[in-house]
């Protein structure tokens, strides 16, 4: 991995930690727009992904040195190294999965919350 893509999931699992602490809140509305985002950011990672292996496809490109090395040369671009493509689209996803994280605590709590109120309203209704 680079040295980038630990410190943002770093980041975002620090960001975890502090809702988790009631540290930070995000407004329920604001988590799931968020997270919508995300959804579908990851949705075109996902894309480029499978595209991605298309590319570790290589067809002959002839027998010349020159060619092979060329071959060799964008087939490290697309797989196979810790810089490839493949590999940082991974910690792209990685990054998000972690974002969508927090924003999902903050609506899944909230349904949580209505669910027990809703309980407890139902509780306290006489012929219930």
């Given at each position: 991995m680079t040295d980038a893509d630990p410190n943002l999931i770093a980041h975002w699992q620090g960001l975890n930690a502090q809702a988790e602490a009631g540290m930070i809140t995000i407004p329920a509305d604001v988590?799931?727009?968020c997270d919508a985002a995300c959804v579908t950011y990851l949705?075109?990672?996902d894309k480029?992904?499978?595209d991605a292996k298309k590319l570790a496809v290589v067809a002959s490109w002839?027998?010349?040195p020159s060619a092979q090395a060329l071959r060799d040369k964008f087939l490290?671009?697309?797989t196979g190294t810790d810089r490839s493509l493949d590999?940082?689209?991974q910690q792209h996803i990685d990054v998000i999965e972690s974002m969508r994280m927090l924003f999902r605590r903050y609506f899944h709590e909230t349904e949580a919350a209505d669910t027990q109120t809703?309980?407890?309203i139902t509780a306290l209704t006489p012929g219930s």
């Open positions: 988590a799931a727009k949705e075109h990672l480029m992904k499978i002839g027998d010349l490290a671009k697309a590999v940082i689209l809703s309980a407890n």
